[in-house]
């Protein structure tokens, strides 16, 4: 039973809280002190049942408009809670024990503070996906696990709206997700939701509130012409706030900002900080800023990420940036968070709506899974949604590190750290098409060098990766005739036949993880997948460091002479490719001679946890956006 009190305010001041403990259909009042605000204002409250440990809460502060608003929530006292985002109108956290709580909320300078407490009951069902979202963005919610690492969920999972304007897209393909777009308001509106299920028979049941702010509607011709999540400079006093506000992650500007306005980090720093790094970040929730600066700060030993950085304008971090990408209209890089979360309560403030990539390919004969290894272990494991398990750094690393490696490749291909101190153009863009009607993008000199050529692989990629229809001639090729067309040709991966773009990319995030983390990666064509194990996943030819192949390392160093010329030698480091056991199924082939390549620097051994699996890809790497 869900828990709700009101209290209104001559400052149009509401402060609502939702939970999902147990509880009868006319809750007793509790003894819960009113909020104060600075200045004094007449208050009256309905306060309900106390809230059980176990619950998801959710503290509103609403004043008239909620977009032009500063807000900043504290805990003041009681057992220590993880605000998702204390920057939001909504503060949303989840309550672990029982006892007494007492919050503070700041909006534009104005303070009010509420107390309650909690009782010991809690039925299980929970979801802990109270959230802000824009009007007509996406909205996932999820139920939590029962059991974390076997994935137990409660019975009979039922999702009900109970109040709002109707919402649309609905999506349940699953009873612990669902999915939808928040409906189109003209002031700051609140959706609630039920969830109910059974525990060991007993019913049980959480409430979910989703507030839908009133945000302008994207302009005509807008760059990205979808609502987005509101985000903020990490860094409030950043010197770049007005050009990151303007210029990078929003649905008012139609144009490219001009140069002076954002230039990239690299033109006022040829060895940027990285405290000028941060001054270019913008995030959705404050805890992805955090992650980022201590990637920055902690693992990043051969200052990599931060020479590569010098190539973008800005560092895009939000809950709705769903895949990771690169875009040169703005010059900076967009990161999906899914590879910085370290705690349950992070993990559940990521949009969860699915890659829309996921289905292209499907009538095809094969696939070509992809996966990192260190020695015969996977380099990182997979912590599906809703099982509250955290996550240590060294499951991150090898996540984050490679995303990076894989965008910023992307940036500097297009604007690489010795064109700095002559762009001159008025927009990046134009910059852009200068230089490729110029000498071309190093991607260019490394088609021009060392292209690829199989036309076979080349249209299969773009059924696969840009959602052409499948010919019956695609349609028709098995694993073995497809395996015999990547093998034969020069790609390090299957992406690469997607982009020019993607083909540098794909090679310059394989040696880097191979040469500076000691990680490998693993490649091969299989079967698709199949309810016959015989049938499932038998791969017909695989490779582990495919970019050490004999016809793939000149286009590694041509790569790593224009993108990181710091490490251009890396090349001659690389071993030959392991090839993989044929006729058998992927994941049983991961088992190969360990490679004894040295390592740059130690690094610690990646931490395994037995109970969770591996994780595997069987799609592309991420999106590139370009003109």
Not at 335 to 352: G, H, K, M
Not at 599 to 608: C, D, V
């Amino acid at each position: 039973m869900t828990q709700r009190w009101f209290a209104t305010t001559s400052l149009i001041a509401l402060l609502t809280a939702c939970g999902g403990g147990s509880g009868g259909d006319n809750p007793a009042q509790s003894n819960v002190p009113p909020p104060t605000l600075t200045p004094a204002a007449d208050v009256s409250i309905n306060a309900p049942e106390r809230f059980a440990s176990g619950d998801g809460i959710a503290l509103w502060a609403q004043v008239d408009g909620s977009s032009n608003r500063r807000f900043n929530w504290q805990q003041l006292s009681g057992p220590a809670v993880n605000i998702a985002n204390p920057q939001s109108a909504l503060a949303a956290f989840a309550i672990a024990e029982s006892g007494s709580y007492r919050f503070a909320v700041s909006i534009d300078g104005q303070q009010a503070e509420i107390s309650f407490d909690t009782s010991s009951d809690d039925d299980q069902i929970s979801s802990f996906s109270d959230q802000t979202v824009v009007s007509g963005g996406r909205v996932s919610l999820r139920a939590e696990a029962l059991d974390a690492v076997a994935e137990v969920f409660p019975d009979n999972l039922r999702w009900q709206q109970l109040s709002g304007p109707s919402i649309s897209d609905v999506g349940n393909q699953t009873p612990q997700l669902y999915t939808f777009t928040a409906p189109q308001v003209s002031q700051d509106t609140e959706l609630r939701f039920r969830l109910t299920g059974n525990v060991d028979g007993s019913a049980g049941e959480d409430i979910i509130s989703v507030w839908v702010t009133a945000d302008p509607a994207p302009i005509t011709d807008a760059f990205f012409d979808q609502p987005l999540a509101r985000v903020s400079p990490y860094r409030a006093d950043s010197p770049w706030a007005a050009g990151l506000m303007n210029c990078v992650y929003n649905t008012q500007f139609s144009q490219p900002c001009a140069v002076t306005q954002l230039p990239l980090i690299g033109q006022r720093s040829s060895d940027p900080s990285i405290d000028e790094i941060l001054d270019r970040l913008l995030v959705s929730h404050p805890w992805m800023g955090q992650q980022f600066e201590t990637l920055l700060r902690n693992y990043d030993p051969f200052g990599d990420f931060r020479r590569l950085l010098a190539s973008v304008t800005a560092v895009v971090i939000s809950a709705d940036v769903r895949p990771s990408f690169y875009w040169v209209v703005t010059g900076a890089i967009y990161l999906d968070p899914e590879t910085l979360w370290q705690y349950p309560w992070q993990q559940r403030t990521i949009n969860e709506d699915p890659d829309f990539r996921s289905g292209f390919g499907n009538q095809l004969q094969f696939l070509i899974p992809w996966r990192y290894v260190q020695g015969n272990s996977y380099a990182s494991l997979y912590y599906p949604p809703g099982v509250k398990l955290e996550r240590p750094w060294s499951q991150i690393e090898p996540e984050i590190a490679s995303l990076l490696y894989h965008e910023l490749a992307h940036a500097n291909d297009f604007f690489p750290r010795s064109s700095h101190s002559s762009i001159s153009a008025d927009t990046l863009l134009d910059e852009y098409f200068a230089r490729v009607n110029d000498a071309g993008l190093p991607s260019d000199q490394l088609t021009a060098s060392y292209g690829l050529n199989s036309s076979t692989m080349a249209g299969l990629a773009q059924v696969s990766f840009r959602g052409q229809t499948a010919s019956d001639t695609q349609k028709a090729l098995t694993a073995s005739q497809v395996a015999n067309a990547f093998f034969n040709d020069r790609a390090s991966d299957y992406y690469a036949y997607s982009t020019v773009r993607e083909d540098l990319a794909m090679l310059f995030e394989e040696i880097m993880m191979q040469r500076r983390y000691g990680i490998y990666r693993d490649v091969a064509v299989t079967t698709p997948r199949s309810d016959n194990d015989s049938e499932d996943l038998i791969v017909a030819q695989g490779q582990r460091g495919r970019v050490g192949d004999a016809t793939i390392k000149p286009r590694v160093q041509l790569v790593l002479n224009q993108l990181l010329p710091e490490v251009a030698n890396l090349s001659n480091q690389l071993p030959a490719p392991q090839p993989m056991a044929t006729g058998v199924d992927w994941f049983e082939a991961i088992n190969l001679p360990t490679s004894t390549a040295p390592l740059l620097a130690p690094q610690p051994r990646l931490q395994q946890r037995s109970p969770l699996q591996g994780r595997d890809h069987f799609g592309p790497r991420h999106q590139h956006r370009q003109q």
